[in-house]
């Protein structure tokens, strides 16, 4: 049976019908001091996959402890947790002395919850040897470039930086397309330049890809400094289109001519949905 998290409930149900399993009932609210209730209102089968992306973490992360508790006590024999947007998986290293390594400790508490785990491109692949139970991942990246695949014209595709440069070439296959990335290059104490690292953009269409845009920032540079450098139509894209604040404005601002994300993280550019690759890794 398919368990849908609040985050994910028309995402849960998609994959529901493409398995053609049973989508159960589930009541979420809040008690007047903000805690948080959940309530299982059919009856559980020996298998269950529960789906919750963990859009607001924090809560998401603590309804999906609640639900795997609700689901064993109800006699769930088999529980997969499919999180299409992993929080805390960019914490996956001391970057300074005394941090937490906090997806390390999350894995653990999950390895302890669950017997899988699924998400959609990981920020880190490596985190998977912070699991005790099998960590499956699958990839949107060819996804997201059959969406665009008619609204560029002899594309050129770019990464945003080189440790994006995988998801560059995934999409730049799918489209037959000649792929880079973008590297700063400073010219003065005051001035970097970006820009592709052996192609040039003059009249061309690009696609920049990654794996998330969260303020957008980064990317709005690189789009004005590619206008600058004769880009033609620009489409930006990426798997978790988390868009805190104004990032959207941002690109927009920039001249990017459309934000495409999927819905492991429901936005407003949540275009392309992820639903039949849970359902195969399922």
Request: proline share 4%; with cysteine.
């Amino acid at each position: 049976m398919i368990v849908a998290g609040s985050q994910s409930q028309e995402l849960a149900y998609k994959v529901s019908k493409i398995l053609n399993r049973k989508y159960a009932r589930v009541e979420y609210k809040r008690f007047p001091d903000s805690e948080i209730y959940v309530r299982l209102l059919d009856s559980v089968e020996d298998e269950v996959v529960l789906i919750n992306s963990q859009i607001n973490q924090n809560d998401a992360i603590l309804e999906t402890i609640l639900l795997a508790d609700a689901l064993r006590d109800e006699g769930a024999k088999e529980i997969t947790l499919v999180a299409p947007y992993l929080a805390y998986a960019r914490q996956d290293k001391k970057f300074n002395p005394g941090e937490a390594v906090s997806i390390r400790i999350l894995a653990k508490i999950y390895s302890k919850l669950f017997d899988k785990v699924i998400t959609i491109n990981p920020h880190e692949k490596h985190i998977e040897e912070f699991f005790d139970v099998p960590f499956v991942y699958g990839d949107a990246i060819p996804k997201l470039a059959e969406y665009v695949k008619d609204k560029l014209n002899n594309p050129i595709v770019l990464a945003p930086d080189q440790g994006a440069l995988d998801f560059a070439k995934t999409a730049a296959d799918i489209l037959n397309a000649e792929y880079d990335y973008l590297e700063k290059t400073r010219i003065s104490p005051t001035e970097i330049k970006i820009a592709p690292k052996t192609l040039d953009v003059n009249g061309r269409d690009v696609l920049i890809i990654d794996d998330i845009i969260s303020t957008g920032g980064t990317m709005a540079n690189a789009v004005k400094l590619l206008k600058d450098q004769g880009a033609k139509k620009i489409i930006a894209a990426c798997v978790h289109p988390l868009l805190i604040g104004d990032a959207l404005n941002k690109l927009y601002s920039a001249g990017v001519e459309e934000v495409i994300g999927t819905d492991t993280y429901k936005s407003e550019v949540s275009k392309v949905s992820v639903a039949d690759i849970i359902a195969k890794l399922i």
